[in-house]
């Protein structure tokens, strides 16, 4: 019989071959015409799920494509094992069944190693200021890892062609790219197809600039003060409620005016993110 440790690290390589996949690429200069114009390297991704809730749903696969500066591309795809059942309509989107990731690690394993790999870099992706970036967020919070993703800049490569054509991913791509995305909903081919997609984009719209300042706010709807987008910042910076029957007047007013709205979103199933900005909101108003 092999000693105890042995056997756990082969276990462990095993359990990383079965679940990570790494490469190193170079840009094909054919295929894409451009080379994005960057001060910090841009990472895109994209999340496979239990579901779609941002609150209570769980990541079961993250790829994401880093770009450097000097156009140098780092890929990494791995499998989480979200400590949970996987609904098998999910299962049919994406092909991710709970056996798949039986073996594979925690996010909370998993998070101190995928917040280094971001650190420093800007976000991309399609639909991901609405979904992946809020649900990514709320993993790192359960995770107990302290991101401050704020820094950041967000290119949602979704609301710029909904900007400029107004429609899926695989519509993007064929629009765009004038190829078949095949290995649609598998994170990897997704998060590929999203890059080709925002290059494509460049090439096509003139007045569309290579920055990623810009394109961050160009693919924002709203200043959002909380990823799932329940605050909301006005031009001077003020904090807006953005849902329900209050939407629309500052957080200060709704908290001086109703002394228990705060209560209620705290012990409702609402995203840790927003609880938290709503806190620190609240906590800055007590200094006063």
Request: with cysteine; net charge negative; hydrophobic share 35%.
């Given at each position: 019989m092999?000693?105890?440790r042995f056997?756990s690290?082969?276990?462990?390589l095993k359990r990383?071959?079965?679940?990570f996949k790494?490469?190193?690429l170079t840009?094909?200069k054919?295929?894409?015409?451009?080379q994005l114009?960057?001060?910090?390297?841009?990472?895109?991704?994209?999340?496979?799920?239990?579901g779609i809730?941002?609150?209570?749903?769980r990541?079961v696969e993250?790829s994401y494509l880093?770009?450097y500066p000097n156009?140098?591309?780092?890929?990494?795809?791995?499998r989480i094992?979200?400590?949970?059942?996987?609904p098998?309509?999910?299962?049919?989107?994406?092909?991710?069944s709970?056996a798949d990731?039986?073996?594979?690690?925690?996010?909370?394993?998993?998070?101190?190693?995928?917040?280094?790999?971001?650190e420093?870099?800007d976000l991309?992706?399609?639909n991901s200021n609405r979904?992946?970036?809020?649900?990514l967020?709320e993993e790192?919070i359960r995770?107990?890892?302290?991101?401050?993703?704020?820094?950041?800049?967000?290119?949602?490569?979704?609301t710029?062609?909904?900007?400029?054509e107004?429609?899926t991913?695989?519509a993007?791509?064929?629009?765009?790219?004038?190829?078949?995305?095949?290995?649609?909903h598998g994170?990897?081919?997704?998060?590929?197809a999203?890059?080709?997609?925002?290059m494509?984009?460049?090439?096509?719209?003139?007045?569309l600039?290579n920055?990623?300042?810009y394109?961050?706010?160009?693919?924002s709807f709203?200043?959002n003060a909380d990823?799932a987008?329940?605050?909301?910042?006005?031009?001077n910076?003020?904090?807006?409620i953005?849902?329900g029957?209050?939407?629309?007047k500052k957080v200060?007013d709704?908290?001086?005016e109703d002394?228990?709205?705060?209560?209620?979103i705290?012990q409702?199933n609402?995203?840790?993110?927003?609880?938290r900005?709503l806190?620190?909101?609240?906590?800055?108003?007590?200094?006063k």
């Open positions: 092999l000693p105890i056997e690290e082969v276990f462990f990383r071959s079965l679940c790494k490469e190193h840009t094909d054919k295929e894409n015409k451009m114009n960057l001060k910090n390297p841009l990472v895109f991704f994209d999340l496979e799920t239990t809730d941002i609150v209570n749903d990541i993250i880093k770009i156009g140098k591309e780092e890929s990494k795809t791995m094992n979200p400590e949970r059942h996987i098998e309509a999910s299962t049919e989107i994406h092909g991710i709970d990731v039986s073996g594979c690690p925690t996010f909370k394993e998993e998070a101190k190693n995928i917040a280094n790999d971001i420093g870099c991309a992706g399609y979904f992946d970036i809020p649900l967020a790192f995770a107990g890892i302290d991101i401050d993703m704020k820094k950041r800049k967000f290119v949602d490569v979704q710029i062609f909904h900007k400029m107004q429609r991913l695989s993007a791509y064929k629009f765009y790219c004038k190829k078949d995305l095949v290995g649609a994170a990897a081919a997704d998060t590929k999203t890059y080709e997609v925002l494509a984009q460049l090439d096509m719209y003139p007045d600039k920055d990623i300042e394109l961050s706010a160009f693919s709203n200043k990823f987008g329940r605050i909301v910042y006005d031009d910076g003020v904090e807006y953005n849902f029957k209050y939407k629309g200060t709704v908290f001086k002394q228990g709205y705060y209560g209620w705290m409702s609402f995203a840790l993110d927003t609880k900005v806190t620190n909101i609240r906590l800055r108003e007590m200094k």
